[in-house]
C-alpha cells in the first residue's frame, strides 16, 4: 500500500492553474524526486501536502487517512515533515531551542502543570532535553546548541533545518531545494547526507530540486512537472532522454542547437 | 532517565540547584518580611510605600502585555480593556456583594475573580481577534479598549462615567508583594515550558512553527488568556489602591503607558519587564516636580531608546535567575567547551 497517495489534485490561484489533475503516489521508503521549471507548482504540492493550502478538487492520502482540511500541525503530527525553499528556522532562538519547538506535538503536559513547574512537566521537559541533544549529536551539532540558530553558517542552517524537521519524528520528509546555494563540493556532501539519513531514519522521501546533478544521482524515481501537470515520470535514465522533459527545460530552439541535461 | 545526557549535567549541578533554592526562599523571606514590617513600623514614608506598590501593580501589568507583544510578538492595544474588567469586577465584589467587613477577608478571592473575569473576557475576544495579525491585530484590540470603556460608561450600577467608589484600602503591601510574585513565577514558569517555546516560534515564523507540530491557535488564545487574567488582577490591585475607578483611567492612554513599559524594559524578557516597570514608575514620580514637562521628557527619552536601543533595556535578554538551572547548565556546558576550545587553540 502507498504511503502517500495524491489523487487528481487541482489548485489554482485566483485564475493562475498551479496544480491540475495531479497524481502521485509514493511507496514507503521510497526516495521520488520532483523536477520542472520555476512556477511548474512544485512547491505548491507541498503547501497542499501539509496543509498549508487546501486543494480545490482530488484528496491526499497519507498511510490511509484524509489530509485534506485537516491543519497543518495535525499533519505533522500524524509523521509528515519539511524543510523550505529559503530557510525558516527560528533565527533568535537557540539552536536546542529549534530543536525543543520541534517537539511539541510529542510531549504530554497540560497548560496548568507548564505554569506551575508540576506534575508530568519535569521528567517530560528532560525526556525532551534528552532527545534533542542527542539528536543534535547524531548530527554533530550539540557543541553548537546554545548558539544562535541565525549566527550559524549557510550550509549548517540547511542542516539545522533538517534535523529539526526529523525531530518531530516523520515518516514523510519533503525537501524542498535542499542544495538551493551550494556549491559542487555541498551538493556531493549533501547526496551523501540525504542517502545517509534515508537509511538511517527509514524515511520516505520526496524533493523538489533544479540541481539535475543530485536529483540524477540519488533519486530512485523522478515526477516532471510543467505548469501544473506531470509531463513525465521514471527512472532518472528514463527522464534524461525524454524529449518533452528537454523542451520544456530548454525550449524547443535550444535543443536544435545540441543542448541537453547534465 | 536520569542516565540521559540531561541527567550526567545536572548531576554536576546540585550545588547550585541548592545555591538557588536558598538564596530564591531567601528573597522571598526578606521580601514577605519587609512588606509586613514596612507599614507596622512606618519604615518607609507613606507616599514612598505607594509608590512601591504601584511598581508591583506595574510590573504585573507589564508582564502581561509583554507576553503577547514581546514573547509572541503580536501587538495588543487593548489591555486597559482587561485591566478595568478585573478593577471593576472585584470591586463590585469587595463592595456591593459582601458587606464592608467581609472585604478584607474574601479581597484575594476578589483579586483571582478579577483576573478570572479578564480571562474570560480575553478569550472571547481572542477567537475573533486572532483570525487577523499584526496591525490588524492592533486595530481589532484598540476597538475593543474603547467598547469596554463605552460600555462600562453607560452602566448605571458602576456609576458609569462618574466612576465606582466604596472599596476600602484593601491592596496592602504584602498583597502586592504576592501577587507580584506570583506574576512572576507564574509567567516564567509559562515561558520555559513547551507553550512557552510555541509562544516564541509564533514570533519568528508562525508558518514554520505551525509546521513543526507547534498548535499556534491553541497557543495564541492561551496566551492571550493568560495575559489577560494578569492585566485584570492588576486592575483589582490598582482599584483597591486609589480606591476609586472611573472609565477613563482606562483608556488608550492606560494602554499605551503599560506598551512604554515593555517596550522601554525590553520585549521578550521577565527581566526587562520588572526594569521596564520600576524605571519608568520612578522616573514618572521623580519628574513630577517638572509638572506638563515630565509629559515631554518620558516621550523624548522614548524615542532617544528607540533610535538606540530598539529592543529595550534587556531586549530577548534573560537574567540568569530566571532560566531554569537545566537551561542554564546547558548553556554554561556548551559555552564552556567553546571557550576551552579557543583556549586550545590559542
Known amino acids: ?262 | 532517565m536520569n542516565g540521559g545526557r540531561i541527567g550526567k549535567i545536572q548531576a554536576s549541578s546540585k550545588h547550585i540547584i541548592m545555591k538557588r533554592k536558598i538564596i530564591m526562599a531567601g528573597i522571598l523571606a526578606a521580601g514577605l518580611l519587609l512588606s509586613f514590617a514596612i507599614p507596622r513600623f512606618n519604615l518607609l514614608d507613606q507616599y514612598v510605600q505607594l509608590v512601591i506598590m504601584y511598581i508591583g501593580i506595574n510590573i504585573i501589568l507589564t508582564l502581561s502585555l509583554n507576553l503577547v507583544n514581546g514573547y509572541m510578538g503580536e501587538f495588543s492595544l487593548g489591555h486597559a480593556g482587561f485591566m478595568s474588567t478585573g478593577a471593576y469586577v472585584s470591586s463590585l465584589l469587595t463592595v456591593k456583594v459582601f458587606s464592608l467587613g467581609a472585604g478584607t477577608l474574601i479581597f484575594p478571592l476578589a483579586v483571582a475573580s478579577g483576573g478570572i473575569a479578564a480571562a474570560l473576557l480575553g478569550l472571547i475576544v481572542a477567537i475573533p481577534s486572532f483570525r487577523t495579525r499584526g496591525d490588524y491585530l492592533a486595530i481589532v484590540t484598540l476597538a475593543f479598549n474603547v467598547i469596554v470603556k463605552s460600555v462600562l460608561e453607560n452602566i448605571d450600577a458602576v456609576g458609569g462615567a462618574r466612576g465606582f467608589l466604596g472599596m476600602d484600602k484593601l491592596t496592602t503591601l504584602p498583597w502586592t508583594f504576592f501577587w507580584t510574585a506570583a506574576s512572576i513565577w507564574l509567567i516564567r514558569n509559562l515561558i520555559y515550558s513547551n507553550f512557552g517555546r510555541g509562544v516564541l516560534s509564533i514570533r519568528e515564523d508562525e508558518t514554520a512553527g505551525e509546521l513543526m507540530g507547534v498548535n499556534t491557535q491553541q497557543v495564541k488564545v492561551l496566551v492571550f488568556v493568560v495575559s489577560s487574567f494578569f492585566a485584570g488582577v492588576a486592575g483589582a490591585l490598582l482599584a483597591h489602591l486609589i480606591q476609586y475607578i472611573n472609565p477613563r483611567s482606562f483608556d488608550i492612554i492606560r494602554s499605551t503607558e503599560m506598551l512604554v513599559m515593555v517596550y522601554l524594559g525590553g520585549i521578550g524578557s521577565i527581566a526587562g519587564s520588572i526594569i521596564g516597570a520600576v524605571t519608568y514608575t520612578f522616573l514618572l514620580e521623580l519628574l513630577r516636580p517638572l509638572e506638563i514637562w515630565r509629559m515631554v521628557i518620558m516621550p523624548l527619552m522614548l524615542v532617544l531608546l528607540m533610535i538606540f536601543r530598539p529592543r529595550g533595556i534587556m531586549g530577548l535578554r534573560e537574567f540568569f535567575w530566571f532560566v531554569p538551572v537545566r537551561d542554564f547548565m546547558i548553556t554554561k556546558k556548551f559555552k564552556g567547551a567553546k571557550a576551552d576550545a579557543a583556549a586550545e587553540r590559542d
Open chain 1, 1 to 262: 500500500m502507498p504511503l502517500l497517495n495524491v489523487t487528481d489534485v487541482t489548485h489554482s490561484f485566483g485564475g493562475l492553474c498551479a496544480l491540475s489533475g495531479f497524481n502521485l503516489s509514493l511507496n514507503p521508503s521510497e526516495l521520488v524526486g520532483i523536477i520542472g521549471p520555476n512556477g511548474a507548482g512544485k512547491t505548491t504540492l507541498f503547501n497542499l501536502i501539509t496543509g498549508i493550502y487546501r486543494p480545490d478538487k482530488g484528496s491526499i492520502a497519507f498511510g490511509g487517512s484524509e489530509l485534506t482540511g485537516r491543519r497543518p500541525y495535525k499533519i505533522t503530527s500524524m509523521g509528515i515533515a519539511r524543510t523550505f525553499q529559503n530557510i525558516r528556522l527560528f533565527n533568535e532562538l537557540t539552536v536546542l531551542d529549534n530543536i525543543r519547538i520541534a517537539h511539541y506535538t510529542g510531549s504530554r503536559y497540560s497548560p496548568v502543570e507548564a505554569l506551575l513547574h508540576a506534575g508530568r512537566y519535569r521528567a517530560e521537559e528532560r525526556r525532551i532535553i534528552d532527545r534533542s541533544l542527542e539528536l543534535l549529536a547524531f548530527f554533530e551539532m550539540d557543541h553548537l546548541s546554545v548558539e544562535t540558530a541565525g549566527n550559524l553558517s549557510y550550509g549548517l542552517q540547511r542542516r539545522l533545518e533538517i534535523v529539526r524537521a526529523l525531530a518531530t519524528k516523520p515518516q514523510l520528509l519533503l525537501l524542498d531545494e535542499p542544495a538551493a546555494g551550494m556549491n559542487t563540493k555541498e551538493i556531493d556532501r549533501l547526496m551523501e547526507f540525504i542517502r545517509w539519513i534515508h537509511s538511517e531514519f527509514k524515511l520516505t522521501i520526496l524533493l523538489i530540486e533544479h540541481q539535475m546533478r543530485l536529483v540524477m544521482n540519488i533519486c530512485e524515481r523522478l515526477v516532471v512537472l510543467d505548469f501544473g501537470v506531470t509531463i513525465a515520470e521514471g527512472t532518472p535514465r528514463q527522464i534524461q532522454d525524454n524529449q518533452q522533459v528537454l523542451e520544456s527545460y530548454l525550449g524547443p530552439k535550444n535543443l536544435e542547437l545540441g543542448g541537453g541535461l547534465q
